[in-house]
């Protein structure tokens, strides 16, 4: 099933004063009424703004977000390894509660922020695509896995369209060997994000969060085939990193999640 929706006119962002979030928050301004949802301060509202100070665990507060959004951005949660009692309420809990949420306010859209650790057991020399099963590298990696596989539920049973964006590395410029494969500008960020928003038929989809760099290991043949050019590429800068030693530990180098895959690994 695909769901042919009329362009977002109220999108909720959770997480919005995060890092993608401020991104998310700049590049969308004037396309939609943004509601921008954190725990964090947010700052001032500006026009076509809602602020919502809340915890992505509280209940009430995100049922009163979702009501009347036409897609949701679900950006919020926690990224650290082995904090699985910070990870199992914010993560796993709240996604659930979130897609709950949209089913019952009749949302059309639903933009899951995934990560690359939810296939961050599979070895460098291995090029994957949106097919590639959940591999995950940790408890974070796993909290998302769960996450793709909740959004999958949510599409099949209740014709959710459902972007999961399994994003890389996004900082403004690659800083190691590593992130030469991972790396995502912010404006190609941007795009992914917009695009997932915006196209008109879709399903149930996995995207990567990745610019075009040639050492990659993902390939992004779906996000491509609905129209996403990255306009940026890690190689700009790969010379310089190049130059400098390569400081990861053997059993990081052998994993795509690299530290989160190295962490407690037993050696068999």
């Excluded at 196209?199 to 990745?210: A, K, M, N, Q, T």
Aim: with cysteine.
């Amino acid at each position: 099933m695909t769901t042919a929706a009329a362009r977002p006119r109220e999108v909720l962002i959770t997480g919005a004063a995060g890092k993608i979030g401020r991104v998310l928050r700049e590049g969308l301004a004037g396309r939609y009424r943004l509601r921008l949802l954190d725990r964090a301060d947010l700052g001032v509202a500006r026009s076509g703004e809602a602020l919502i100070q809340a915890d992505i665990c509280d209940h009430a507060a995100i049922d009163a977000a979702v009501s009347g959004v036409d897609a949701v951005v679900h950006l919020a949660g926690v990224a650290r390894i082995g904090d699985w009692q910070a990870i199992l309420p914010a993560n796993i809990a709240a996604t659930y509660d979130l897609l709950e949420a949209a089913r019952r306010h009749g949302v059309k859209r639903f933009v899951y922020a995934s990560s690359h650790h939810a296939v961050g057991f599979y070895s460098r020399d291995e090029v994957i695509d949106e097919t590639a099963l959940p591999r995950p590298d940790c408890g974070y990696g796993l909290s998302k896995a769960f996450g793709e596989a909740a959004c999958r539920l949510y599409h099949d049973k209740f014709g959710l369209g459902v972007a999961c964006l399994r994003i890389g590395t996004m900082s403004e410029a690659p800083y190691d060997r590593r992130t030469l494969s991972t790396w995502i500008s912010p404006r190609d960020m941007l795009q992914l994000a917009a695009l997932a928003l915006e196209v008109p038929d879709l399903g149930y989809d996995i995207f990567y969060g990745v610019s075009a760099n040639a050492r990659g290991w993902w390939r992004n043949d779906r996000a491509e085939a609905l129209g996403y050019r990255p306009r940026d590429s890690a190689d700009t800068f790969a010379e310089a990193i190049l130059a400098r030693p390569d400081e990861e530990e053997p059993i990081a180098r052998r994993f795509q999640g690299a530290s989160f895959a190295a962490s407690e690994f037993m050696e068999r």
